[in-house]
């Protein structure tokens, strides 16, 4: 079943649709009959309790695992057998960890490298000065719209943690991606970084598709227009927050391990 909480008049288009994905693990299946639609310029959330199959899925939609069965489709096209490094290409880019931050280049540096790779600068024998101001500027235009523009000169390791987050959200932006995926981009950052990193999201969400694993519920709340909610490898409920957040199997679901 495809998310069905959204209005129904100027209803967004999908740009990343899965039918009956599956995953088995040996004899377990962690994953089974996940439909999901994703929406473009909107935030959607996979939610759900610990081992619940939120990662796997992720790692199915972006290609890291290859599904059981189920196909995947971005923009219309079916990319179920497309390797992850084509299809980050044609537009669907997760969120890098961390450590593919470089610690010891500049904020600077570590986004102009992130930018050299869509415009093919790295492999380029011959390159003019202007294709590199071109760099400077988009880097700048990246960082501004991050909030990284007074740390610009600092190394990335002496980054807080949640700048350091940040940062990484600005070298996956280089890729101008069109769906956006970030596996838990709040975890382990103070409420101020969460609001930062939020409103980042929801910027960044206004001219593309944002699906996020995530356990911060409040912030679920306040961003994501569509929820899906998986439990033991299945989709429990679907919709928006205030849908799913009042459905008596999410909150069972829910039970003793966390509230929004
Ligand atoms: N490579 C693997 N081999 C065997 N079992 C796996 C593998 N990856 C995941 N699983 C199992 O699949 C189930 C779903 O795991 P998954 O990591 O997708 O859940 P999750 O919702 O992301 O959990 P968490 O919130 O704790 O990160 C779990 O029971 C897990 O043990």
Redesign the pocket.
Known sequence: MAVSAMPTEDKPRVVLSARGLR?D??G?T??RNVDLDVYDASVHALI????????????LLTKF?QPTDGTIKLNGVDITKTPPDKVARMGLVRSFQISAVFPHLTVRDNVRVALQRPNNLATQFWRPMSALDRLNERAEQLLASVGLTKEQDQLAADLSYGRKRVLEIATTLALDPKVLLLD?PMAGMGQEDVSVVSGIIREVARSRAVLM?E?NLSVVADICAYVTV?QR?EILAEGDYATVSADPRVREAYMGTEEG
């Open positions: 995953r693990f040996g377990f962690a994953v759900g309790p610990n081992g619940a199959g939120k990662t796997t899925v992720f790692n695992l838990e694993v356990h998986l490898g």
